[in-house]
């Protein structure tokens, strides 16, 4: 039951973001466990964003939340797969991407908590 909210500088047209969630589809399957079956994307485009003190007009923040633990290793491969992703789609470089990773035993579903 993963799920991911991208925060960009960027304008998301409808076939970029057709890109990106089979991107992320691809990317969440890395984390041990985790597949794209269960996996809910937010997009938030064009949203304003300072990095390094200053207005960015390319920059992204991924939040990804999890249910259960996740092997480390896992969110290497992850972090490295999106950091590709927004490049090749966005054109986001790397270093202006940042990717939080919360992990929790609480997860509410279909009427009923995990």
């Not at 970029?16 to 466990?33: D, N, R, S, Y």
């Not at 491969?77 to 490049?87: F, N």
């Not at 990717?99 to 279909?110: A, L, P, R, S, V």
Request: net charge neutral; proline share 6%; aromatic share 8%.
């Amino acid at each position: 039951m993963p799920a991911i909210v991208l925060i960009t500088t960027a304008a998301i047209p409808p076939a970029v973001e057709a890109m990106l969630t089979k991107g992320l589809g691809h990317a969440i399957e890395l984390l041990p466990g985790k597949s794209e079956s269960h996996l809910m994307i937010s997009y938030q485009e064009k949203t304003p964003m300072a990095f390094h003190g200053e207005k960015q007009s390319a920059c992204a923040f991924l939040e990804v939340s999890c249910f259960g633990r996740v092997d480390p290793k896992g969110y290497d491969a992850m972090t490295g797969a999106v950091c590709k992703l927004l490049e090749d789609t966005l054109q986001i470089p790397a270093a202006s991407t940042y990717i939080k990773y919360t992990e929790t035993t609480n997860w509410g579903w279909n009427k009923k908590n995990f």
